[in-house]
């Protein structure tokens, strides 16, 4: 078997997404509060009132202050609406959840295991960026972290996302 490639390209196309975006002191804090907000949404507190389906990745936008050594407290936690409901996406009864049309994506990705802590995802851009070493083509102070599995499994599957530029 050969190994990994440390990280890899990748195209997303344009689509709907629930989104909610929370400002607590901790970024745990802020994608569980968001995260339960959106489990609500996805499984009744909807117009159609019915459970919508999980997909993954659930997407984490952070963004790093000024100086680069922290992270900002407003965290944009996105779910990917399923296939049927892409055209015409339930109404959330939360107001804090808004349905955006969200524009094709360009992404290098790597991927990482665990818990996600603002102290992890600092030390994994870091390392992602020794590997990239210096260039323009990714956004430098706007990044995601992909989450695959439920918040509470320990080793979860987790990818950081470098944004291409346009």
Known sequence: QCE?????????????????TMGEPMYEQSISMSFMKLMRYICKENSVGCYL????????????????????????????LPGEFQQNPPVPMDPEI??????????ITRVFYGMTTEETILREISLFWELLGSTDTVLQDTYIVASYENPSVPQRRNEIWFICRA
Do not use: D, Q
């Open 4 to 20: 990994a490639a440390p990280y890899e390209e990748r195209r997303y196309p344009a689509g709907k997404w629930a989104c909610v």
């Open 53 to 80: 389906g999980m997909t993954v990745p659930v997407l984490n936008e952070i963004h790093l202050t000024k100086e680069g050594t922290e992270l900002e407290h407003e965290v944009l936690t996105a779910y990917y």
């Open 98 to 107: 808004h349905i955006t049309e969200r524009a094709p994506l360009r992404v």
